[in-house]
């Protein structure tokens, strides 16, 4: 699924082709995309505005129109604009804009969303689902530390619930713990001032990485020319079990924490050391075994 770096990608390469540009033409075939609203009024509704910006809000593309209203697109898991639709499979909707060219909308598994909003409407819709944006200045350690405060839900857990943060999702929160060096059961509220400075430069640099590299492409994801992100190739825990820590060597494992894969460093991320987990007699020791090879 798109994250934060994925959807900023998108919006830096598809607002050039938008922001400007009126709205000559809206088609929009599937009923899933605009539900519960009918596909045929939005795509009436759409036809005639003028695009002012392209923003990204979390993993939204915020779409600004003059008018002040504003469409908001979720790209879910396979949601991707394309800058030359015609001929590709599985498009879901065109705009055709006054200069003559095409942004299509392509998502083979039919989980992206399009909600027109009008003016207004915007600002409380996403502050009721959004936390802070984790790019922005004014997001610091201490301000993360207030989200976290008192939560005792695995810090994984924590991460990808979007009303702590905009915009992680599963492979940028294991990225992030990888580097601030914390075990994804940490619970969330047990960070100090230290561990919360390094979790918080962890998530920019996760972030700052992926957008860099124009996001990771595992499946479906795309840029609206085509082409990839290379940032699968930058992955210091998702996805790679068995394969030895690029810190200190030891072999990556994976679990599972709030019904997601998710990876870690035994050694570097060491498992929160509780009393109820020493009484347990099948649990690793808080001690890593493989300690000594740092
Ligand atoms: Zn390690």
């Known amino acids: ?128 689902r959004l936390g802070e944006e984790p790019l922005v200045a004014a997001f610091t350690a201490k301000g993360l530390g207030q989200r976290l405060h008192g939560r005792r839900a695995p810090l994984k857990s924590a991460l990808l619930d979007q009303r702590t943060l905009a915009g992680l999702g599963n492979i940028y929160v294991d990225e992030a713990l990888w580097h601030a060096k914390l075990h994804p059961l940490r619970p969330a509220g047990s960070l100090d001032r230290n561990e919360l400075r390094r979790l918080h430069n962890a998530i920019r640099k996760a972030l700052e990485l992926g957008i860099a590299r124009q996001g990771s492409t595992l499946s479906d994801y795309r840029l609206p020319d085509g082409s990839s992100g290379s940032m699968q190739r930058e992955f210091r825990a998702y996805g790679r079990t068995g394969e030895p820590c690029n810190r200190c060597g030891t072999t990556l494992e994976k679990i599972r924490v709030a019904g997601r894969g998710t990876w870690f460093c035994p050694h570097c991320q060491p498992e929160p050391f509780t009393p109820s987990s020493a009484s347990r007699p099948v649990r690793r020791s808080a001690v890593p075994v493989n300690a000594s090879r740092s």
């Open 1 to 128: 699924m798109p994250e934060l770096p994925e959807v900023e990608s998108v919006r830096r390469a598809i607002a050039p082709a938008l922001e400007g540009r009126t709205l000559a033409a809206v088609r929009i075939d599937d009923v899933r995309l605009t539900r519960p609203e009918d596909p045929l009024l939005v795509a009436a509704e759409l036809t005639g505005e003028r695009v002012e910006h392209v923003d990204r809000r979390g993993k939204y593309l915020v779409v600004r129109f003059a008018s002040g209203r504003a469409l908001l697109i979720h790209l879910r898991m396979t949601g991707s604009l394309l800058r030359e639709p015609s001929g590709q499979t599985h498009v879901r909707a065109v705009l055709s804009l006054d200069d003559g060219s095409e942004v299509g909308y392509r998502d083979v598994r039919r989980f992206g969303t399009w909600l027109l909003l009008e003016p207004g409407e915007l600002e409380p819709y996403l502050g009721a």
